[in-house]
C-alpha cells in the first residue's frame, strides 16, 4: 500500500506508524483505547460485532483496500487482516495506534482523514464502527466521508441505539446521541449514500442497558462506578447455560445478516451504505 500518494499530509514514524502533521481533538477519552484493550479479546460484544462485520465485507469489498476508520486498537482490522483483506487503520488517538502496532496491524495511520491530506474520490471502502456517535456534527461528517470515496464505494457503520437507552456509559464514552435504524439510514442518504442493507443486531441487549444502565443513571446511580471493572464484568462471556443460549442467539442473528434478513430491535444499528454515482 502507496499510502502517501493519497495522504498528502503524512510521515512515517521509525515504529512504522504513519502520523499526520497536524493534529485535533476528538471526543474520546484518552483512557478509551487502554480500557478496551483489556476486555476486547475476551468480549462476546466484540467478537460478535467482529462476526457481523468480517461476514458483510467479505461479501461486499474483500477484494477492495479497507479503511478502518477510528478503529481503536485494531480489533477488527485485525479480524479482517487475518481473513485476507488489505486494511488500514486510521485511528487518530496514539495509544490505539500503538496497541494496533503490537497488535500485528501492517497499516497504521494515527490521523483523522482530514488532517492527513486524503485525496478526494481515492477510497473503495470505509468501516465506522461506533464512531459517528462521537461526532457532534454528524451529518457534515459523513458528507465529508462521501467526498475521499470512490463512486459506489462501499461503508460500513455500527453505532448505539436507541436514545431512551441513554446512560452515564453514554457520557462517559463522549457520545452525542445515540441512533434508530431510520435515522441512521436518512442520514446517509442525505450524506449521499444509497442503503444496501440495515439492521439491528445485539437483539437481547436493550432490555438489560434499560434495566441496569438507562434507570439507574436516570436515578442518579453509577457516576463514581468502577468503569474498566464495569465493562469487564459486562463483556465478559458468560457460562454454562446463559452461555449456550446467548451463543444460539448470536449463531441467529449472524446467520440473519449473511443472508440479509433484518432483525427489528436490538442495542446496536448496523447498516451498509454505497456511495451513489452522480450523474454528469
Not at 480500557?35 to 465485507?57: C, G, L, P, T, Y
Not at 477510497?123 to 454528524?138: A, K, R, T, Y
Not at 460500513?156 to 456509559?169: C, G, H, K, R
Not at 464495569?230 to 451463543?247: D, F, I, R, V
Request: proline share 2%.
Amino acid at each position: 500500500m502507496d499510502l502517501e500518494k493519497i495522504a498528502l499530509n503524512i510521515k512515517k514514524d521509525q515504529n512504522g506508524i504513519y502520523y499526520s502533521k497536524s493534529n485535533s481533538s476528538i471526543s474520546y477519552p484518552e483512557e478509551g483505547n487502554e480500557s478496551f484493550m483489556q476486555i476486547e479479546e475476551d468480549s462476546f460484544w466484540f467478537k460478535h460485532r467482529n462476526n457481523i462485520i468480517a461476514n458483510s465485507v467479505l461479501k461486499h469489498s474483500a477484494e477492495k483496500v479497507f479503511f478502518d476508520i477510528g478503529g481503536g486498537n485494531g480489533f477488527v482490522s485485525k479480524r479482517l487482516q487475518d481473513e485476507g483483506v488489505e486494511v488500514l487503520l486510521v485511528e487518530p488517538g496514539e495509544m490505539g495506534a500503538l496497541n494496533a502496532n503490537t497488535r500485528g496491524i501492517k497499516n497504521i495511520l494515527c490521523s483523522t482523514l482530514e488532517n492527513a491530506g486524503f485525496v478526494q474520490n481515492k477510497i473503495d471502502s470505509i468501516g465506522l464502527f461506533d464512531v459517528v456517535e462521537h461526532i457532534e456534527n454528524d451529518d457534515a461528517f459523513l458528507k465529508n466521508i462521501n467526498r475521499y470515496m470512490k463512486d459506489n464505494g462501499y461503508i460500513y457503520i455500527t453505532v448505539p441505539a436507541y436514545n431512551f437507552l441513554w446512560s452515564n456509559e453514554d457520557d462517559d464514552a463522549g457520545h452525542f446521541r445515540r441512533y434508530s435504524m431510520t435515522e441512521l439510514n436518512e442520514l446517509l442518504k442525505k450524506s449521499g449514500f444509497s442503503i444496501t442493507y440495515s439492521t439491528y443486531i445485539f437483539s437481547i441487549l436493550p432490555l438489560p442497558v434499560l434495566l441496569f444502565r438507562s434507570i439507574p443513571s436516570k436515578l442518579g446511580f453509577n457516576k463514581n462506578s468502577n468503569q474498566l471493572e464495569k465493562h469487564q464484568n459486562e463483556h465478559k462471556a458468560k457460562k454454562g447455560l446463559m452461555n449456550s443460549l446467548l451463543e444460539n442467539i448470536w449463531k441467529w442473528e449472524l446467520s440473519r445478516v449473511a443472508r440479509n434478513k433484518r432483525i427489528s430491535f436490538g442495542g446496536s444499528c448496523f447498516v451498509i451504505g454505497k456511495k451513489v454515482t452522480k450523474s454528469i
